[in-house]
């Protein structure tokens, strides 16, 4: 055998030199470094961008946004309510002074916005809490959520009444849902 025909082995620094060629070092550069899918240019999220996506997701900042917004929705209801007709309906053939119809009418809007604060406060709690335990974000979560929702709403009027709120809000938030749903 001539020379260049021996078998040659590698030192460890040429092994090492292959390995980093071929392989790759194992050092990570940023651990976290969030790349979307975007069509245009990919910015990277800060640790500032992170925290505030993160509250805005949180299920306390949900559930005071939806207690908010139900207490605009009902705010708006009870107004449009009270202004349909009178609540109180009086036997004397006296009409009502200006003063006692804003009066009602304050006493119904007020009364509507809490409790449609209430309702949307404690079902986007709830359905929050089950999302976070579940793991997923189904049609399943609001239905559950709808029946406890109903439920705690209709037990105050005792257990038949709960049982029924809970059955007839599982049923109307799962088809608001199938609704929302299947329009997009």
Same mark, same amino acid.
């Given at each position: 055998?001539?020379?260049?025909?021996e078998?040659?082995?590698?030192?460890?620094?040429e092994?090492?030199?292959?390995?980093?060629?071929?392989?790759?070092?194992?050092?990570?550069?940023?651990?976290n470094?969030i790349?979307?899918?975007t069509l245009?240019?990919?910015q990277?999220k800060?640790?500032?961008?992170?925290?505030?996506?993160?509250?805005?997701?949180s299920?306390?900042?949900?559930s005071?946004?939806?207690?908010?917004? #139900?207490?605009?929705? !009902?705010?708006?209801? %009870?107004? $449009?309510?009270?202004s349909?007709?009178? &609540?109180?309906? /009086?036997d004397?053939?006296?009409?009502?002074?200006?003063?006692?119809v804003?009066?009602e009418?304050?006493?119904?809007?007020l009364?509507?916005?809490?409790?449609?604060?209430?309702i949307?406060?404690?079902?986007?709690?709830v359905?929050?809490?089950?999302?976070?335990?579940?793991?997923?974000?189904?049609?399943?979560?609001?239905?559950?959520?709808?029946?406890?929702?109903?439920?705690?709403? #209709?037990?105050?009027? !005792?257990?038949?009444? %709960?049982? $029924?709120?809970?059955?007839?809000?599982? &049923?109307?938030? /799962?088809a608001i849902?199938?609704?929302?749903?299947?329009?997009?």
């Amino acid at each position: 055998m001539s020379e260049s025909q021996e078998k040659r082995s590698f030192t460890s620094e040429e092994w090492t030199y292959l390995t980093n060629y071929f392989v790759g070092n194992n050092f990570r550069y940023r651990e976290n470094i969030i790349i979307p899918k975007t069509l245009g240019p990919v910015q990277i999220k800060t640790n500032e961008e992170k925290m505030v996506e993160s509250f805005f997701e949180s299920c306390a900042f949900k559930s005071m946004m939806s207690c908010v917004a #139900g207490y605009g929705l !009902g705010a708006v209801l %009870g107004l $449009f309510s009270s202004s349909m007709g009178p &609540a109180s309906v /009086t036997d004397t053939a006296e009409p009502q002074s200006a003063k006692q119809v804003f009066k009602e009418m304050k006493t119904t809007t007020l009364s509507y916005a809490k409790n449609f604060a209430l309702i949307g406060m404690v079902f986007s709690a709830v359905e929050c809490t089950i999302e976070s335990a579940r793991g997923k974000s189904d049609w399943k979560n609001g239905t559950y959520a709808g029946a406890v929702t109903g439920g705690l709403i #209709g037990l105050r009027a !005792g257990v038949k009444a %709960g049982v $029924f709120g809970a059955m007839g809000f599982a &049923a109307f938030s /799962t088809a608001i849902d199938y609704y929302m749903h299947s329009r997009f």
